[in-house]
C-alpha cells in the first residue's frame, strides 16, 4: 500500500525485500529511477515543476519483484505578472495604454481587474467605463500560450496627471486556492495642453493707465503658452474736491477745476473739553475762542458739568455712594468698627456717626484707597446710631454715604456646642452655657480584631457600648471592619477556615490530603487481577505510589495484569485475521509538512499564506503488490 505525504509502500513476501522508487515526467510512458530511495518511504519534494509526474515503487527479492500502482502530484500555484509596469507620459488629449503579461496558475484560469489611484497612491478603486477599458489576451508563441492585459485611457485631460494604475489578478475557481496578487503601480504624467485644457492667464499687466477721462489696456499672459489677450479699463472719472472760500471745486487727480470760491461761513459755536469758538464750515477759519463757564447738573443719579455759553457738556459720570461696610447690629459692650473704600484721588475725607442731631466727627486710617473708623464702647447707647463718610472726587464733585446701625442691650448670635460656649457675633466673647447636644463631630467606630465601640470624635460621648463583631462574609455587619484572618489550615479540596469569624480564606493546598487510604499490595493470579501498594484521597481522587502523595499516578497505573500460560513452542496462533489485500487511502499534504518527518507533520492546510497550496494523491491495490513466491523442494 502507498500513501502520500511521504509515500509508504506495505509488501509481504520472504525477506529480504528490496525497495526502489521511481517517477514519470511523460505521464507514464517511461519511469526513471529516483536515486538513494531504498527504502519502503518516500518523502515526495513539492516544487511547481513537478506539478503531474507520477511516481511509483518496485518491490523485489530473490524471487522476483512486483510494481506499486502510480500515484499522479498535482501541485496548486498561482498566476503572477512576468514583467514590470512602467510609467506612461502623454500630451493631454492623448489615451494612455498599460501592457502587463501574466503567467497563469494552476488550476487554469485567473480574473483580472485593472485600478486606478486619484490620490497618489494612497487608495485604489476598480477602474469604470469612465475611466478607460481593458482586456485580457493569449497567443502561441513558440508553441506555449502566453497571456497579456492591456488597459487603455479614455482621452485625458491635465486632471489626470499623476493618476496611478495598477493590475491585480483573483483566485482561479477552486475552493482550495485562495489569494489575489497585485502588481507594481504605474504613475501617468500628462503634459499640459491648452487646446485641450484651457490657457491659464495671470493677474494682468497694466500696460495703459486710464485717466479721468480716457481708457487704459490690461494684458493678460498664459503661464504655458504664448498667448495673451488685452482688455480695456474704464476712464477713472474725476474726484471732485469742493469748493472752499479760498478755491474753486477741483479735481484731486488731474486738478481740473470748475466754479467759482465761496464766502466764509461762520455757524454755532464748536466746543471741546477745552473751551468753544465759531469756524468757518468752508475754509475752516477760527473765530471768538475762549474757556468754558461750568455750572453742576445732577439727574437720574448722574453728575456733569455744563457750559452757561456754549452749553457744552462734560461726560455724564454717575453718582457714587460711599458704601459704608459694618454689621446692621452691634452690642453695647464692644467697639462698633466700620470701613467704606474711595476711588483714587479723593480729597476733604469726613467720617462721624450721630443718634440725633449733630454727629460727632471720628478719626480714621487709610490704607490702599480703604479707610477704616471705630466708635468706642463708651460712646454707644442702645437704640438706632447713623454712621457716615464723605470726600471730594478729582473733578470737585462730593460723594456722601451713610448706615443705620441698631445698638441692642446685649450679648447675641453665636451657638453652643458640646466643647465651647456661644461667642457673641459682634465682639466674640464668650457667653451662656455648654450645649452637650450640639455635636460638633460625628459618631466613629473604634474598633480591634474581634470588639468594636461607637463615639462622637468631638466629645467621646458612646453612642454604641464595646462589644463583640458581628461577622458575615469575613466582614462586620455593623462597623464593616475586614478580618484579617489567621488559623485554619487548607487542604487539597478546602480552603482554611478563619479562627477569628470562620470564613474560608487563601488557596486550597493541592498537597495536603487530609483522608488519605493506604491500600495494601495484591498480587495477581492465573485467574484474577492484582494491585500494587497504593494510596488513595477520598477527597480529590487522586491516587499516588508513596505514602507522602508526591507520586501522583492514575488508576490504570495501580492494577497488575492476570499472570499468562506460557504457550507451546509449536504451537501457532491462527486466531489473528490475514490482512486485507485491498486497501487504499488519500492524503492532503501542503507545501508546510511535506519535507517534515512524520512524527512532526500536521493535517493539511488550504489557503496558504504563502499562495501555494498542494494536494497529493496516491492509490495502491495492495493486492496488486502481493507476490505469489513458492520454494522447489528436492525430491
Known amino acids: 500500500m502507498l500513501l502520500f505525504g511521504t509515500g509508504i509502500v506495505e509488501a509481504t513476501g520472504s525477506e529480504p525485500l528490496q525497495y526502489q522508487w521511481q517517477e514519470s515526467s511523460d505521464n507514464g510512458e517511461t519511469f526513471v529511477d529516483i536515486p538513494y530511495t531504498n527504502d519502503n518511504s518516500h518523502s515526495l ?26 500515484a499522479k502530484l498535482t501541485i496548486y500555484y498561482s498566476p503572477e505578472f512576468t514583467a514590470s509596469l512602467g510609467n506612461e507620459t502623454i500630451n493631454s488629449g492623448e489615451k494612455a495604454t498599460f501592457t502587463l503579461p501574466i503567467a497563469q496558475g494552476n488550476p487554469y484560469g485567473a480574473e483580472v481587474i ?16 469612465a475611466d478607460g477599458t481593458f482586456s485580457l489576451d493569449s497567443k502561441v508563441v513558440d508553441g506555449k500560450e502566453k497571456w497579456s492585459t492591456t488597459f487603455t485611457t479614455c482621452a485625458t485631460n491635465i486632471s489626470f496627471n499623476g493618476y496611478m494604475y495598477r493590475c491585480t489578478v483573483k483566485k482561479a475557481e477552486n475552493a482550495d486556492y485562495v489569494g489575489t496578487w497585485v502588481s507594481e503601480k504605474a504613475t501617468l504624467t500628462v503634459i499640459r495642453n491648452c487646446a485641450v485644457d484651457g490657457h491659464i492667464f495671470d493677474e494682468g499687466t497694466i500696460i495703459s493707465e486710464p485717466t479721468c477721462i480716457d481708457k487704459g489696456v490690461k494684458r493678460f499672459n498664459c503661464s504655458e503658452c504664448s498667448q495673451y489677450k488685452d482688455e480695456p479699463i474704464n476712464p477713472l472719472g474725476h474726484d471732485w474736491k469742493e469748493a472752499t472760500c479760498t478755491a474753486p471745486k477741483t479735481c484731486k487727480r488731474c486738478q481740473a477745476t470748475e466754479g467759482e470760491p465761496i464766502e466764509h461761513s461762520f455757524g454755532d459755536y464748536i466746543s471741546d473739553e477745552n473751551g468753544h469758538w465759531k469756524q468757518c464750515s468752508e475754509c475752516g477759519t477760527d473765530s471768538q475762542k475762549e474757556l468754558h463757564a461750568y455750572k453742576w447738573n445732577t439727574e437720574g443719579g448722574e453728575y456733569w458739568q455744563e457750559c452757561t455759553i456754549c452749553g457744552y457738556e462734560t461726560k455724564k459720570s454717575t453718582i457714587l455712594k460711599i458704601s459704608i461696610n459694618g454689621t446692621d ?52 447707647e442702645s437704640g438706632t446710631m447713623t454712621v457716615y463718610a464723605s470726600a471730594k472726587l478729582k473733578d470737585g464733585f462730593v460723594i456722601t454715604g451713610e448706615k443705620e446701625v441698631t445698638v441692642l442691650e446685649n450679648h447675641v448670635g453665636g451657638t453652643a456646642t458640646c466643647t465651647e460656649k456661644a461667642k457673641c457675633k459682634f465682639c466674640n466673647k464668650e457667653y451662656g452655657d455648654l450645649d452637650p447636644t450640639n455635636h460638633t463631630g460625628k459618631p466613629v467606630w473604634d474598633f480591634d ?94 491516587y499516588f505510589g508513596d505514602k507522602d502523595s508526591t507520586k501522583e499516578i492514575q488508576k490504570a497505573d495501580t492494577i497488575t495484569d492476570k499472570l499468562k500460560d506460557t504457550p507451546s513452542d509449536d504451537k501457532k496462533d491462527n486466531s489473528k485475521p490475514d490482512k486485507p489485500k485491498n486497501d487504499s487511502s488519500e492524503i492532503k499534504a501542503d507545501s508546510s509538512t511535506a519535507d517534515k518527518p512524520k512524527s512532526e507533520q500536521k493535517n493539511p492546510q488550504t ?29
Not at 487608495?123 to 469604470?128: G, I, Q, S, Y
Not at 453695647?332 to 474711595?342: H, K, R, S
Request: net charge negative; aromatic share 8%.
Open 114 to 129: 485593472w485600478q486606478v489611484s486619484k490620490d497618489d497612491g494612497k487608495t485604489f478603486a476598480d477602474v469604470t467605463k
Open 329 to 380: 447690629e452691634t452690642c453695647p459692650l464692644g467697639d462698633y468698627e466700620f470701613t467704606f473704600a474711595l476711588p483714587e484721588g479723593c480729597t476733604d475725607v469726613t467720617a462721624g456717626f450721630r443718634f440725633a442731631g449733630d454727629g460727632t466727627e471720628l478719626a480714621f486710617t487709610a490704607k490702599d484707597d480703604l479707610y477704616t473708623a471705630k466708635v468706642s464702647a463708651s460712646d454707644l
Open 607 to 635: 489557503g496558504s499564506g504563502s499562495g501555494m497550496s498542494l494536494w497529493l494523491a496516491m492509490l495502491l491495490i495492495s493486492g496488486g503488490t502481493a507476490m505469489g513466491i513458492k520454494k522447489k523442494h528436492k525430491k
Open 449 to 542: 480584631s474581634k470588639e468594636h465601640e461607637k463615639k462622637y470624635d468631638c466629645c467621646g460621648e458612646v453612642t454604641i457600648e464595646r462589644e463583640s463583631h458581628e461577622w458575615n462574609a469575613g466582614e462586620c455587619t455593623e462597623c464593616g471592619y475586614k478580618c484579617t484572618h489567621s488559623g485554619g489550615k487548607a487542604t487539597c479540596t478546602k480552603k482554611a477556615t478563619c479562627d477569628i469569624c470562620g470564613s474560608e480564606y487563601g488557596d486550597i493546598d493541592p498537597n495536603n490530603h487530609g483522608k488519605l487510604t493506604h491500600i495494601d499490595k495484591v498480587d495477581a493470579t492465573h485467574d484474577k487481577e492484582g494491585n500494587i501498594e497504593y494510596w488513595y484521597c477520598e477527597e480529590c481522587g487522586k
Open 45 to 70: 519534494k513539492v516544487r511547481k515543476e513537478n506539478n503531474g509526474k507520477l511516481v511509483r515503487c518496485v518491490v523485489s527479492n530473490e524471487y522476483g519483484s512486483v510494481v506499486s500502482n502510480a
